[in-house]
């Protein structure tokens, strides 16, 4: 039985409990410069080029998660080209400039920070070249170095690029965003409680493989040599238990090649005595922190 995920495994949409529907659905679409796929009673999919990236789900019965729960870090949305992301970050600073936490060179990828209205954290990249990227036994070279954003923004903001963060993107209308290149989610970052535990879930037992690792505070897997497709630290969230149902994180989804794929995964996690959730299309599961992970094939 294979006991890594196969090397084409991919991220899918991140589902976040939202208790302003309205308010989160404009942040994502008018500011990230996401566009509204989908919208039926609570539920709104947003994404680009008919791939969801982020799926809001209306739950004001719910209250917000403490500050030191486990849960979701950041969603991170990968942006084809640099033209792309240069869009989308100045929508958001024309248009929730307050959101803007910071941005970081990581030499794999450039990277700006942001929060969103209900405190759930979001990442907008563009990957370096796979080529570029630097492996020393095994471990992929990353570091925080100083990205100034208004340098990046005078050498990749386009005119189209302004023209789509000054635009309206409603629901049903055409898609500009693709002139400039597509967007989808590249990495998921979690908060957990501890590092350990989370290694022996998502490697020994789901079958990502280690990347990169900051001690006993931060851990980095993925499939096929991407820099990470997920990441688990205890920045914030160092001892936390299993996460109560609250605002914010819903489900992670993953993407495997195969319906065969899925079944061998399936069964390996049922071996290591993992409860599975089978709807017949995919198969759930719950980490040590009841994040819960959702698997699909195709």
Do not use: C, K
């Not at 989908?38 to 791939?51: K, M, P, Q, T």
Request: charged share 20%; glycine share 10%.
């Amino acid at each position: 039985m294979p006991e890594i995920l196969p090397a084409s495994s991919a991220m899918g949409a991140v589902t976040l409990r939202v208790a302003d529907l309205d308010a989160m659905t404009a942040y994502y679409r008018d500011a990230v410069t996401l566009t509204v796929l989908a919208a039926e009673g609570g539920r709104v999919v947003l994404g680009r080029d008919g791939v969801p990236s982020v799926i809001l789900e209306h739950a004001p019965e719910l209250r917000h998660a403490g500050p030191h729960e486990a849960g979701l870090f950041h969603t991170a949305i990968l942006f084809d080209t640099q033209e792309a992301l240069a869009a989308a970050v100045y929508s958001v600073a024309r248009r929730a400039p307050g959101t803007f936490t910071g941005s970081a060179d990581h030499l794999v990828s450039q990277a700006f920070y942001f929060t969103d209205p209900e405190g759930n954290g979001v990442e907008l990249y563009w990957d370096r070249d796979r080529s570029l990227w630097s492996w020393t036994h095994g471990q992929v070279e990353m570091d925080t170095l100083y990205l100034d954003p208004n340098a990046f923004l005078r050498e990749h903001l386009t005119d189209r690029g302004a023209a789509l963060a000054e635009g309206d993107r409603a629901a049903g209308a055409a898609d500009p965003a693709l002139e400039l290149g597509g967007a989808s989610v590249g990495h998921v970052h979690l908060s957990v409680g501890d590092v350990a535990t989370a290694r022996a879930f998502y490697v020994d037992r789901l079958g990502f493989e280690t990347t990169a690792a900051l001690g006993s505070s931060a851990l980095f897997v993925s499939a096929g040599g991407y820099h990470h497709h997920m990441a688990m630290n205890t920045w914030n969230s160092r001892g936390a238990g299993p996460r109560r149902l609250a605002l914010g994180l819903g489900e992670v989804v993953i993407h495997v090649p195969t319906a065969d794929d899925l079944g061998e995964l399936t069964e390996r996690m049922r071996h290591y005595g993992v409860q599975a959730r089978d709807d017949g299309r995919s198969v759930a599961f719950d980490d040590p922190w009841a994040n819960a992970v959702r698997v699909t094939a195709g």
